[in-house]
Nanobody, 126 residues
Framework: QVRLTESGGGLVQAGGSLRLSCAAS????????IGWFRQAPGKERVFVAA????????DYAESVKGRFSVSRDSGKTTHYLQMDNLKPEDTAIYYC???????????????????WGQGTQVTVSS
């Protein structure tokens, strides 16, 4: 069982920045890595970024490359999504999720993820 809690969302003007946090806990946490997804109104939930367990590989969606970055604390219990140069099209509910370390699905696939946070709203005004 893994528990995830996001925070840090809000309203920001285009070009601004936000940092989302994801607090992770649970007895089986070491079996998972953390990914980030977002869901805009009326659209499917899509992959944003993910860092593997060892921290030596990070994947980003093309739409956020060069603007978003992921990091985490040394204990691997708090994960961050730094979002810079935000655009109105980044408006969405952002979720962190726990993905299976060893699975056949791509890290970009929702099927890879077993646990989800409640989400945090990010709104970017033009």
């Amino acid at each position: 069982q893994v528990r995830l809690t996001e925070s840090g969302g809000g309203l920001v003007q285009a070009g601004g920045s936000l940092r989302l946090s994801c607090a992770a806990s649970g007895r089986t946490l070491s079996s998972y890595f953390i990914g980030w997804f977002r869901q805009a109104p009326g659209k499917e939930r899509v992959f944003v970024a993910a860092m593997n367990w060892s921290g030596n590989n990070i994947d980003y969606a093309e739409s956020v490359k060069g603007r978003f970055s992921v990091s985490r604390d040394s204990g691997k219990t708090t994960h961050y999504l730094q979002m810079d140069n935000l655009k109105p099209e980044d408006t969405a509910i952002y979720y962190c999720a726990a993905g299976q370390r060893h699975a056949s699905w791509s890290v970009m696939s929702r099927r890879r993820y077993d646990y989800w946070g409640q989400g945090t709203q990010v709104t970017v005004s033009s």
